[in-house]
T-cell receptor
């Protein structure tokens, strides 16, 4: 079975500072990996996904993530954050199968200070 | 293009009352369907998962049930709500590409 661990429940940063949100996964088979963003009282929106190929994945809103198979990590980064990036971020994993369920981490709340 | 509809957006129900939340998907066929719950300050908990009509997997023991009467319709129900059923419920579907899920806007359920 797959599992996802988000190591930080909250990350406070100052505006225009860089940020890294950490995600580690566990799986005995190959997986797809995702990062989602959730703004207050809304559903989740896909930020980016890793399927195969290049380990550096670029997504929307200036975010990127790097897949590291040896460390089983998929950390999310942004070089300069804005107030509008204040939200909750979820890492997720699923197996290479059309019938596989998607498992989410517990989320990281990113708060941006002016 | 595919869309997912979830309703109602907010709901306040007394303890012991029944519940029915509905989710429908348009623009795709035979999607995988999910119900997640998000309690205050907590992550997403997978409640139910369905790969086809009438096929429901329950992920955690609980006071809720799910049904899939049609290919693109997923219903979350309870006969008698508990206070602990309060939370933000999210419906999602996957299967259109590389496995990513697409979410509805959620239902905020408050049991009083």
């Amino acid at each position: 079975a797959q599992s996802v661990t988000q190591l930080d429940s909250q990350v406070p940063v100052f505006e225009e500072a860089p940020v890294e949100l950490r995600c580690n996964y566990s799986s005995s088979v190959s997986v797809y990996l995702f990062w989602y963003v959730q703004y207050p009282n809304q559903g989740l929106q896909l930020l980016l996904k890793y399927l195969s190929g290049s380990t550096l994945v670029k997504g929307i809103n200036g975010f990127e993530a790097e897949f590291n198979k040896s460390q089983t990590s998929f950390h999310l980064r942004k070089p300069s954050v804005h107030i509008s990036d204040t939200a909750e971020y979820f890492c997720a994993v699923t197996r290479y199968s059309s019938a596989s369920k998607i498992i989410f981490g517990s989320g990281t709340r990113l708060s941006i200070r002016p | 293009s595919q869309t997912i509809h979830q309703w109602p957006a907010t709901l306040v129900q007394p303890v012991g009352s029944p519940l029915s939340l509905e989710c429908t998907v348009e623009g795709t066929s035979n999607p995988n369907l999910y119900w997640y719950r998000q309690a205050a300050g907590r992550g997403l908990q997978l409640l139910f998962y369905s790969v086809g009509i009438g096929q429901i997997s329950s992920e955690v023991p609980q006071n809720l049930s799910a049904s899939r009467p049609q290919d693109r319709q997923f219903i979350l129900s309870s006969k008698k709500l508990l206070l602990s059923d309060s939370g933000f419920y999210l419906c999602a579907w996957s299967g259109g590409g590389a496995g990513e899920a697409f979410f509805g806007q959620g239902t905020r359920l408050t049991v009083v």
